[in-house]
């Protein structure tokens, strides 16, 4: 039998522990993606009231928002909870997409084309910009990391 391989070709990156965001701006870890193939965004929500929110993708050459700027990215929906579907495909600019109280329990896949990482940039990092009467927005997000070279014990992506 061949062994479990856990971890050998994604690295799987907790970024965001599960937060109410309600009003509050927030940026998940920087993650080092010098040695990334591919790297996709699981953003989980739970309930959204009140207004909205805007999630963008930053790079930056720094682990840092200092030197960061946003750029393009494609993400996709699931149903709400127990429901076995997906949304289409849908590509956004760098101004990123607006999350309503329409995505209460979905999951988004945020889908990062490393092209658009400029060549001086080696960090990754989601941002979220809240309107000011948000009352309720509980998200939390994952990275998953496809590297270059597989291996038991992934580079550091710090």
């Not at 971890?7 to 009003?23: K, Y």
């Not at 910009?129 to 997000?141: L, N, R, Y």
Request: glycine letters at 4%; one cysteine or more; proline letters at 3%.
């Amino acid at each position: 039998m061949e062994p479990l391989k856990y971890g050998m070709n994604t690295h799987i990156i907790p970024v965001f522990a599960p937060l109410d965001l309600a009003a509050n701006d927030m940026t998940t870890t920087h993650i080092k993606v010098t040695n990334a193939l591919r790297v996709t965004y699981l953003v989980s929500f739970g309930v959204i009231t009140g207004d909205t929110a805007t999630i963008t993708v930053e790079c930056s050459s720094a682990a840092s928002t200092t030197s960061a700027s946003a750029i393009p990215f494609a993400y996709r929906l699931t149903g709400d909870t127990a429901m076995d579907t997906y949304g289409d495909v849908t590509t956004c600019d760098s101004d990123g997409v607006l999350i309503t109280a329409a995505y209460d329990n979905m999951l988004m896949m945020v889908d990062v084309n490393m092209s658009h990482v400029a060549d001086t940039a080696s960090y990754l990092a989601l941002s979220f910009v809240t309107e000011s009467s948000m009352s309720a927005c509980v998200v939390s997000a994952v990275a998953l990391v496809q590297t270059r070279y597989g291996q038991y014990d992934p580079l550091s992506t710090t």
